[in-house]
């Protein structure tokens, strides 16, 4: 039974023939559920199947709209929901048994709904949807609308359920959280409020979360300054700062897979991991059950994972991967764990039934079992598993009362018709693709993926079996298919071979041949009548790159078993001029092809176009390819890809696409006459469709939906149904004979007798057990082992027909082949013997040239393959070679390199350094100029204010003045921080240091950016500096080097004369010292010899030799050396170098005994002995002197290079002074960045909490607002409620004064009848199912209070039947009294509904107002952290981290005895202390200089006194010279007087000089004792104003020291406080005065400006006049 047909039926024609769903088989993809206490129900498809436990009646329920999504089910009210998978999805609410449609729910979803479930008290539905809305909505589903939702994007759900005693609590679960959702409401008003649940870490340890938030807010780093969170450390200001956590910290957490509730409103929740888990629902505490009992360790359940929760009494039932079913035990924290069941697959879902009697279990693979609670609980399988959807269907013949489906595992079911009930099964446990029914015998052929044609018997449906199996080839199979008469099976491969098997099982089902069509088959369409005596078949194939297909068209003789040899070559193929095979090809693609049975048309479905086309085939022979077009076109009204089949008497086009809706056309008109939408294109739509033989019935099996839909027609009569029923009358009685032969040809096979392989194969293990000397034997002997297909063995059978028929001449060219290579071994071995010009290469030896040609570049292409490989390795080292050089040191200007001392482990290295970029150099351009400008601005200041104290100075002090000024400007220019407050001491190597800011004034961010700048700066110089010392230090070492070099010249020649056995000590650089050497590779490196090309070599070896002729000719020729070196031994003249060599020769004679010498010889003895002397003793002087000279050199290089040592080390130290330099630096570099980005840091915190505190502004008003529309509503409600209960309060009053007109008796009695009420007869449990379900009795809803309450009234209408009417009362009486009555009743439900309202909405009220506590408190938290915050932001930038040096030993102590708390100290600037240091200093320097001006003037005027004593005893001795000078005899001015000839006129000429000398030096002299008695006066008067300064400065010092020891005891008495209030008041007006004084610089600053544009336009108005004529 079918309801919910679709749509689209309802236009067709009343009395025309239309499909109605017979049955639907499906398996279950999700959970199946219980409807009512027999009634199980899945989604399966389009459809939704209910199926009756215990009658086994299936019910079908249809979704119009294409395939079902998502079912949930409501046992209570007993209707099932259901939503579909198209766009902007709807959810349909159905009755059951009914199935009728209740309602349709429309939401705003877009794309699908991925979870349902529904309240168990009330009308309620929950919704969950995917992306993009991630949105979890709640239903009334009766008034169908939405109460309310809520969106959390990209959070998925895998469970959602509610608590079955709390409508209001709501569960989702997914694999990495549990949420429980309250829903409140506040009279009509819904929300939903979630609470996540906090999992356990993995091993089963709760995780303390601590506050991201309010984390650090008292943590404090005394060095580094505030603890900050580590959002704030990250940059994070948004919400994720409430939320981060780092990587490290991050624990993983529990895995939950299903969850179930309690009747005490807790959660029970199962992990991946094994753990049980308890969440209390209200607080959400985790509690991990702890395992009491291990189970036995039996094979797969080492470790229990719940897959699935069903909650029952005292425990869980839970379900894992190992297909057992355990019960847990639950007793406070701790759980003990007993097996409850097995089954056979793993276990998926577990449910119980509405009075917990049943228990259903699905498997993995959707197996339903059924598990009945009792004295003897049984388990019942209510569904079999299939495993993987339907591949292919069909009819068991004659097709009307079984049916055949194959999965792709290989799994043949045989089902029943009339209801789509299982029958039997059999598995050939192979991954299968295709199945067909023969017509013509019980027998299905099963095609494989591995090549194989599986056959079946299936005479006895209840028992069938495989009876033989094909090998084909290795080829999968794509399309098996019986023609119409069953004569032959055709099989094609994916390779596009299309095999032709004999359909009989009584012929063994031979193969009778094959032929070969393009690859990739579509489609094999037959037409086998049963007038005529052969069988046609068309072929479809794809034309590969083009859009065209091909049909390839044959025929079958029905007498080819018979000839099968002599249409068929050796190796199996059908001869093409036997089957009149003939090619055609369809300009457009085609995805389905059949041929009618007229074999005058063929059928096609456009695969790119929505057509149906009709061609026609030529009635002429043809050759070659035909092109065949369009004869019919029509619209398909498909939706992609298509097929199309022929009923089984060729009268119906059946159609079928992805779109899921099958039509039925007329095979000649091609006019629809038929539709049926059985499935959806959401699952790819029809796979594949069978119609039986008769026309009645129609399998549609879906592609990815796992459903398999019957169809039947309704109002199917007339000639439709006459054609049918005739044809296929006439087929069955034509193949009834055929049919019972093979039948019993079946019954009587023995199948333990049955071998699977054909006879072909078996003729192949005949074949290899064959001894043939051949290469073809090899390869069979080869494949013993292997199982081989019948094409294989075809081909082995084929090779040894040909071995066979030609072995006789096969012999005799192997022995003319064995003689030609003797002859060939002995011409090679008689042209080794031969001459070089006679003998001839290898490979002209070579009888096979093309081989050897072949050879040679297979080995030619596989060398340049390697150099090809080898060249592109180089490339990639070269090209990563490149890169490390251009980083390392192309990069870099200044090269790293070292220096070696010569005689001690003494190495320098310089700084590597890169060159600086222009934007470095353009922002250390800008922080300069900034310091200039502000250098200048600070001067201009000064001046300004010294200009406005000296106005009050005396002009007789401007001389004074203008020299203290002078003072001063040379001292701001001088003036630089001194080393141990600078922090390094970078000024040791003349680093300009001036534009640095001190270090307790780097107060902003910018100072801060400015100061890295410089010190970056600084540390470039400073390793400039050292580079160049150190260039200077590599230059002279070269120069040593070189003058080592030019004096061991010397010493070597000095040793060689000397013939001493001393090395000469040469230095040389090492590669650390020139490491530009390391990046050339010397040829000594080379360990291979390098590759030399043959005609490269040939060419060497000519120049060599020619230049080897070349110099043999020359030295023929040079007779003027061979004389000078015969004669003199290569030398004009004996140099003094040579007389140690010299030797004085012999005479002859002295080879004779001296007894026999003459006079003459014995006088040649005496001068050969003298001269052997002379000679000996003249080697010995130069022997010295060459030792002199040798020690001379070696001292020389020795105090060189020993100096050379002594200025290394010295460089050394430089070094390491300078390395601390650019430690110190960098270290003031590192600290400086620090504060940044703590000042980052705290700047992001400060931000976060703002940003955080704005969202709980946001949400206050939000809790605000919803508090005062709580508490109008609550006011409006109870207004309501009041007025209510006041009415009821009155008709109570009311009541006597109504009847105040009947007696008082008859009043009071009816007053006791007006108070009473029926009693509701409430539905007692049976105590069996109390005590078997754990929920109890469940609170009620709205629809239980409408049922109470219509109990109600119906039991009022008893109360007020005329039979209980007291007597002696009128009937008007008792009715007024009734109606009063049954008012007061309807008056009183009301009120209790209202004050069940109005606890809501109190309950509703008070969660809002502590929501907004909370959200207050978070504020004020807020506020309280931002003021620390700001505290700490102040404190950071005042306390400053400063670098100091200390020299060692200056700071310490013998007696350790400092103060080692400074908490109440503070540090002030250095300058305040030293100006008052300076001014005290200025007072004494004042008093000390009065005082040597004193002392020097009284010197001065005893130095005068005693050079004016020492000038006339100057004087009187001058005269007394001249006394002595005249009293001389002859003088000098006698001797020119007599020798000189003017004598008068030389003493006239001196005389005036002198009396002109002697002017000058009165003139001179006067000036003298006249300045000299100006300086005594002017003294005498400095020397009184002297007296009276210190007379005045003693006063004031006097005076100055009661004040300062008055000072002291009041600084002693009172503390530093006042000492801080004044430092605080004195830079509070050195602040204000230096605001007012940037104030007057810049308005003068704008004044100047503006004089300037002044001065400027008027210079431009000038300018023309200005240019010169």
């Not at 591949?391 to 043949?412: C, E, K, R, Y």
Request: aromatic share 8%; net charge negative.
């Amino acid at each position: 039974m079918v309801q919910g047909r679709e749509r689209e039926d309802s236009h067709q024609v009343s009395g025309s023939p239309s499909l109605f769903v017979r049955w639907v088989q499906g398996f279950p993809k999700q959970n199946v559920q219980f409807v009512n206490n027999e009634t199980i129900c899945y989604p399966s498809g389009n459809y939704i199947i209910f199926i009756n436990i215990k009658t086994k009646e299936k019910t079908v329920l249809q979704c119009v709209s294409g395939i079902v999504g998502i079912v949930a089910t409501n046992i209570p009210c007993e209707v099932v929901a259901f939503s579909d998978r198209r766009l902007k999805p709807l959810i349909y609410i159905y009755n059951f048994p009914g199935m009728t449609r209740r309602t349709k729910l429309k939401g705003n979803i877009l794309l699908d709904y991925t979870l349902l479930t529904f309240s168990h008290c009330g009308t309620y539905l929950a919704s969950y949807s995917t992306l993009p809305e991630y949105e979890l909505a709640l239903w009334n589903w009766e008034s169908h609308v939405i109460l309310c939702k809520k969106s959390q994007p990209g959070v998925d759900v895998s469970q959602m359920t509610f608590n079955p005693m709390n409508w209001h609590q709501l569960c989702l679960s997914s694999s990495n959280a549990v949420t429980v959702w309250n829903i409140e409401r506040s009279n009509q008003e819904h929300y939903l409020k979630p609470k996540s649940v906090k999992l356990p870490a993995e091993d089963g340890s709760i995780v303390d979360e601590t506050d991201i938030i309010f984390t650090h807010s008292l943590l404090k780093d005394p060095i580094y300054g505030p603890v900050l969170p580590l959002s704030a450390i990250a940059g994070l200001v948004g919400e994720e700062a409430e939320t981060f956590r780092p990587k490290d910290d991050l624990c993983p957490l529990l895995h939950p897979t299903m969850h179930c509730w309690t009747p005490s409103s807790d959660l029970y929740v199962g992990c991946e991991e094994g753990h049980l888990l308890m969440i209390n629902g209200d607080t959400l505490k985790v509690t991990v059950l702890n395992k009491t009992e291990e189970p036995p360790p039996l094979d797969r359940r080492n470790i229990i994972t719940p897959i699935t929760l069903a909650y029952q009494k005292e425990g869980v039932l839970a379900s894992g991967i190992d297909g057992f079913v355990y019960s847990f035990l639950i007793k406070d924290s701790s759980y003990k764990v007993q097996d409850f069941t097995e089954v056979e697959e793993p276990v998926e879902h577990l449910t119980f039934s509405p009075n917990y009697k049943m228990l259903l279990i699905q498997t993995e693979k959707g197996s339903t079992y059924i598990y009945t609670f009792g004295e003897e609980p049984t388990l019942d399988k209510i569904l079999a598993s299939c495993d993987g959807n339907f591949q292919a269907i069909d009819f068991i013949t004659p097709g009307n009362s079984h049916f055949m489906t194959l999965t792709g595992s290989g799994d043949v079911g045989i089902w029943l018709l009339d209801d789509g009930s299982p029958v039997s099964r059999i598995s050939l446990n192979t991954l299968s693709t295709v199945l067909a029914c023969c017509p013509s015998s019980p027998s299905a052929a099963v095609g494989t993926v591995g090549g194989s044609v599986h056959f079946l018997d299936v005479a006895d449906v209840n028992s069938p079996r495989e009876v033989h199996k094909a090998f084909l080839s290795k080829a999968s199979v794509q399309d098996v298919i019986y023609d119409q008469r069953g004569m032959y099976l055709l099989a094609g491969t994916s390779e596009g071979y299309i095999f032709v098997i004999n359909a009989k099982p009584s012929s063994s089902f031979q193969i009778l041949g094959y032929t070969e069509v393009g690859k990739g088959v579509l489609q094999i369409s037959t037409v086998s009548l049963l007038e005529t005596d052969i069988v046609e078949v068309m072929v479809l194939t794809p034309l590969p790159k083009t859009d065209r297909s091909r049909l390839e068209i044959f025929t079958l003789p029905l007498i080819l078993p018979q000839v099968a040899a002599a249409f068929a070559d050796e190796r199996g193929k059908l001869r093409d001029e036997f089957i009149h095979r003939y090619l055609y090809e369809i300009e457009h693609a085609l995805s389905s092809a059949v041929l009618d049975f007229q074999s005058q048309r063929i059928f096609g479905f456009c695969s790119h176009v929505p057509y149906i086309c009709s061609y026609l085939l030529p009635k002429k022979e043809h050759t070659g390819i035909c092109i065949l077009k369009p004869f019919q076109k029509v619209q398909s009204k498909h939706y992609g890809y298509g097929k199309l089949y022929l009923s089984s008497h060729g009268l119906w086009l059946l159609t079928a696409a992805k779109g899921g809706i099958l039509y039925i056309r007329d095979a000649y008109t091609l006019e629809m006459f038929a539709r049926c939408r059985s499935h959806s294109y959401q699952a790819q739509g029809i796979r594949s469709l069978k119609a039986s033989m008769d026309g009645q019935d129609i399998l549609v099996n879906g592609r990815n939906d796992g459903t398999l839909v019957c169809l039947k027609w309704k109002r199917f009569g007339g000639v439709l149904a006459t054609e049918s029923l005739d044809h296929c009358l006439k087929l069955l009685t034509s193949l009834n004979t055929t049919m019972n032969e093979e039948s019993a040809y079946i019954r009587g096979m023995r199948r333990d007798s049955l071998d699977l392989g054909s006879d072909n194969e078996k003729t192949a293990s005949g074949i290899k057990l064959l001894n043939i000397d051949s290469s073809q034997e090899e390869l069979v002997s080869a494949q013993d082992m292997k199982e081989i297909s019948w094409m294989e063995a075809k081909g082995q059978e084929a090779i040894k027909k040909e071995v066979n028929q030609f072995s006789k001449k096969r012999r005799e060219i192997k022995k003319g082949i064995k003689a030609l290579a003797k002859t060939v071994q002995s011409m090679m071995e008689e042209n080794e013997t031969v001459g070089h010009i006679a003998k001839l290469e290898q490979q002209e030896l070579s009888l096979d040239l093309e081989e050897l040609q072949r050879l040679h570049d297979e080995s030619e292409e596989e060398v340049a393959k390697i150099r090809k490989d080898a060249e592109m390795d180089n490339l990639a080292k070269r090209y990563l070679a490149e890169l490390i050089k251009e980083e390392c040191w192309n990069s870099m200007a200044v090269k790293g390199r070292a220096l070696k001392c010569f005689h001690i482990p003494y190495t320098v290295e310089n700084f590597p350094m890169k060159e600086r970029t222009a934007e470095e150099m353009k922002e250390l351009e800008k922080v300069l100029q900034q310091k200039k400008i502000e250098t200048e601005c600070l001067k201009l200041r000064k001046e300004i204010v010294e200009a406005q104290s000296a106005a009050s100075l005396a002009n007789n002090h401007h001389e004074e003045d203008d020299e203290e000024e002078e003072e001063e400007n040379v001292t701001t220019k001088d003036t630089n921080l001194p080393n141990y407050l600078l922090g390094s001491l970078s000024t040791d190597f003349g680093v300009d240091t001036s534009f640095l800011s001190s270090q307790l004034e780097l107060h902003s961010r910018e100072e801060k950016i400015n100061q890295i700048i410089l010190l970056k700066d600084i540390i470039y110089k400073v390793k400039t500096v050292f580079n160049n010392e150190f260039n200077a230090a590599y230059k002279q070492k070269e120069f040593e080097i070189a003058r080592v070099k030019e004096r061991n010249v010397r010493i070597q020649e000095i040793i060689l004369d000397l013939e001493l056995e001393e090395t000469v000590w040469q230095p040389e650089f090492e590669d650390c010292e020139k490491p530009e050497r390391t990046l050339v590779v010397e040829d000594s490196e080379i360990t291979v010899s390098k590759h030399v090309k043959p005609w490269k070599k040939a060419k060497d070896e000519l120049i060599t030799a020619h230049r080897i002729e070349r110099w043999i000719t020359f030295q023929s020729s040079d007779m003027r050396h061979r004389a000078l070196m015969d004669m003199m031994g290569g030398v004009l003249e004996v140099k003094k170098e040579d007389i140690l060599r010299m030797v004085i020769p012999q005479p002859a004679f002295m080879a004779k005994p001296d007894a026999v010498w003459s006079e003459e010889e014995r006088k040649q003895f005496k001068e050969y002995e003298k001269k052997v002397k002379e000679l000996n003793e003249e080697k010995d002087k130069y022997r010295k002197s060459l030792e002199a000279e040798l020690k001379k050199l070696q001292n020389s290089i020795q105090e060189s290079t020993q100096a050379f040592d002594e200025h290394l080390k010295r460089l050394f130290e430089r070094r390491v002074k300078a390395e601390m330099v650019v430690n110190q630096e960098e270290l003031k570099i590192a600290n400086l960045i620090f504060s940044l980005l703590l000042d980052e840091e705290l700047n992001s915190r400060e931000l976060c909490l703002n940003n955080y505190l704005a969202r709980n502004q946001e949400q206050k008003i939000q809790t605000s607002e919803a508090v005062r529309n709580a508490k109008e509503d609550l006011d409006m409600y109870k207004e309501h409620y009041d007025n209510l209960l006041a009415e009821d309060k009155v008709l109570d009053r009311s009541f006597k004064k109504e009847f105040s007109e009947i007696p008082m008796h008859q009043v009071d009695l009816l007053y006791k009848l007006f108070k009473r009420r029926p009693r509701i007869q409430k539905q007692k449990t049976h105590q069996d199912t109390a005590n078997i379900v754990p929920f109890g009795e469940r609170p009620g809803s709205d629809k239980s209070n409408k049922d109470a309450f219509a109990q109600l009234m119906k039991a009022m209408d008893e109360l007020d039947n005329i039979s209980n009417m007291p007597e002696g009362l009128d009937v008007s009486v008792w009715e007024h009294f009734c109606m009063t009555r049954r008012m007061k009743v309807e008056n009183e439900q009301k009120v209790k509904q209202k004050a069940a309202g109005l606890m809501e909405m109190v309950t509703f009220l008070r969660k809002r107002v502590e929501e907004d506590e909370k959200v207050q408190q978070n504020i004020e938290k807020v506020f309280h952290e931002l003021i620390l915050l700001q505290e700490e932001k102040v404190e950071f930038q005042l306390n400053l981290t400063i670098q100091i040096l200390l020299k060692q030993g200056q700071v310490e102590l013998e007696n350790f005895q400092l103060i080692l708390e400074y908490s109440d100290a503070i540090l002030i600037n250095k300058n305040i202390i030293e100006d008052l240091n300076s001014v005290i200093r200025a007072q004494g320097q004042k008093k000390v200089t009065s005082m040597v001006e004193s002392k020097d003037v009284h010197k001065g005027i005893f130095q005068i006194e005693w050079e004016h004593k020492k000038m006339e005893m100057e004087m009187e001795d001058l005269n007394q010279k001249a006394w002595d000078i005249q009293m001389l005899f002859f003088s000098r001015d006698r001797q020119k007087f007599l020798n000189e000839p003017q004598y008068e006129t030389l003493i006239g000429i001196q005389i005036g000089v002198m009396e002109q000398t002697i002017a000058v030096l009165d003139k001179t002299h006067k000036k003298n004792v006249e300045n000299c008695k100006k300086l005594l006066k002017k003294l005498g008067r400095f020397s009184n104003h002297k007296d009276v300064a210190n007379y005045t400065l003693s006063c004031n010092l006097r005076e100055e020291l009661v004040a300062v020891s008055e000072r002291r005891d009041i600084c002693n008495a009172i503390g530093s406080k006042l000492t801080c209030e004044k430092i605080a008041k004195e830079r509070y007006e050195n602040m204000m005065q230096q605001q007012k004084l940037t104030n007057i610089s810049k308005q003068q600053a704008e004044q100047i400006s503006i004089l300037q544009a002044e001065v400027e336009r008027l210079r431009m108005r000038t300018f023309p006049a200005l240019v010169p004529m």
